[in-house]
């Protein structure tokens, strides 16, 4: 590295930015075997051209598609940005969305490069009867002995190959950083955003609320959305704050709680879930310690009210669900419902809607984009094979 | 897995015990491979929680010898046969209900430990390097149990299916060559058994752990067994492959009644 970034209108320049000017800043924490393990700028970037290098070495181009199926990993991040280094899109899907909806999309996309979570997301492909040109999984478990997977890459061994990618990102504007899919009742359906987007978006949250370098954020669940690709990783490589991954998904809440994000980008199933969480734990209706706080969560509270509520109540709850710091509670696509809102303003937390304005193309009407003269010959016929 | 290709982990030859005259097991002699899964089945009373007692010490035969790793014995103490690479997991759980997950699977590492007992109270020299590499191996066996979400819960909080995973980590943490498993579906439904299957399999396959285990749940003992062996009254009455002995006419009229 060293070559002066002049444009920062890509994901992938920005973290080469972040890698030269915050190099020993850290950039992602994630939770393995009960420490918060560090990659710093300078590290994610050399782990993403790490990457990018070894699939540029097997046949990733310019306008090629890097489906993932992976919750949420620092390796998910690093793949994303690596497909999206060598001027490629970045396709995620959910290991948690419903199995044959998901195994009937991979069928039609027949993804060429491929980078799995573990056994259970390469059983998907094998049902799919998906044959990827690069099939990489993150764990290894179970896939001893597995014959229909024996050509798969582990993660770990291609990082130790040291093939590095160009120094300078080869993305541009204009280009697809990432694509989701869906299956609607009539057709496969697809979300694409540019990374021109994706960054007009991001550079509005960080300004709208005042997001700086030493957030806090946790990206637990809703990975693979467009909502969360806007809203939480271009923010993040924006405003260069700490990207959190949790253990795994059943410790996200004591995660939480141990980290105290200051930013939580969630879904309306993410505060649901909480607020569900919290009242489990309320002492039941009638009893003693349930009159006291319901008055202390009454709204329009007194000075009082206000004050002995915050103490007892308030400040409680706000560090049981992991919301202790947090001056940047928004939620990502649909809204909250009009009771879970009102009981996280009940307790301090005033939930801002960030809408997902992406739309859903309909393969007939909305054909695959070509962008600024390079066509992206992957994407397009993929997106022919799915819907002809 | 062929019997006498395979290199043998453990054998067990014409094994006799009793308790004051009653014969709890007679001449059993069979042989477990390196890295194979081998259930010990049979109706209660048939001498399997009496054998697995003898091969982890806890009883000492009086006729017959046991070989466990190329070397021979005739009575050894439980201390020692954990020593040489042999854990196990009760039929009853056995483990510190007032303590966290991960302190029950951090007393599995007992025996790894070089520091004296001095050096571990006044954490002197290498007592606080040897916390930290056992806290390690103890957090690898507890992602590897997928038990993180209970990492810090106390262990008698726990439902009954997950005290039998946190008991099998416990007995992981020991890194045996050998684990032996006392019941280890006993009282579970039909979901943990397929869960407690899994994890089976894995240790097996991935950690290359031997496994012997006593189960009665002969769906569960079909599907993950390279090897079986079958007792009935303290006697051996079968012994090959789960296919050998779902077809042996001996097996089938002593315990599984009927033809499957």
Known sequence: MGTLIETLDTLPHWLHRQALEHGTDVALRHKHLGIWQLRTWRQLADEVQGLAGALQARGFSVGATLTIISRPTPQAIVAALAAQWLGGTASLFDPLDEPAGQIDLLGELQPDFVLAQGHEELLRLGAAQVTPRVLIYLDGRGLSGSGPFDRALDYATLMGSKAFADTVPLAHAQQTAFVFYRRSQQATEAQRIRHTELLQHGRHLVQREGLGRYEEALAARGFASAGQARYLLAPWLIAGFRLNFPENLATRDRDRRELGPTLVAGTRETYERLHGYALERLPPPGDRARRLVDWALAARPGALRRFVGHWLVRRPLRDVLGFSRTHAPLVVGDALRPETQAFFESVGIKVRRWGDSTEWEVPSSSPAPVTNGQDEPHSQRVWKEATT | ?260
């Open chain 2, 1 to 260: 897995m062929t019997q006498t290709a395979a290199t043998h982990l453990l054998e067990l030859d014409n094994i006799s015990l009793s308790f004051k005259g009653v014969k709890a097991v007679t001449g059993i002699s069979f042989r477990v491979a390196a890295g194979e899964i081998c259930a010990l089945i049979g109706p209660n009373g048939a001498g399997k929680s009496s054998l697995l007692n003898i091969i982890s010490g806890v009883y000492q035969p009086q006729e017959g010898r046991i070989r466990f790793d190329n070397r021979e014995r005739r009575r050894m103490r439980a201390h020692d046969v954990a020593v040489r690479g042999v854990a196990r997991t009760f039929q009853n759980i056995a483990l510190f209900k007032g303590m966290s997950v991960l302190d029950n699977v951090l007393t599995g590492r007992n025996l790894k430990r070089r520091s004296t007992w001095i050096e571990q109270a006044l954490r002197l020299g290498r007592a606080g390097r040897e916390d930290d590499s056992q806290r390690e191996v103890a957090e690898r066996v507890i992602a590897f149990m997928q038990l993180q979400p209970w990492r810090d819960a106390l262990v008698g909080t726990l439902p009954y299916g997950l005290q039998k995973r946190v008991e099998l980590a416990r007995a992981l943490a020991a890194e045996p060559r050998l684990l032996l498993l006392d019941e280890p579906m006993a009282g579970m439904n039909a979901d943990e058994k397929q869960q407690m299957s899994r994890f089976i399999i894995d240790i097996n396959r991935e950690l290359g752990t031997t496994v012997l285990l006593i189960e009665h749940d002969i769906g569960v003992v079909m599907n993950i067994s390279d090897h079986v062996v079958v007792l009935d009254y303290g006697r051996k009455i079968g012994d090959g492959s789960p296919e050998a002995v779902r077809k042996n006419p001996e097996v089938i009229s002593a315990y599984l009644g009927t033809r499957h």
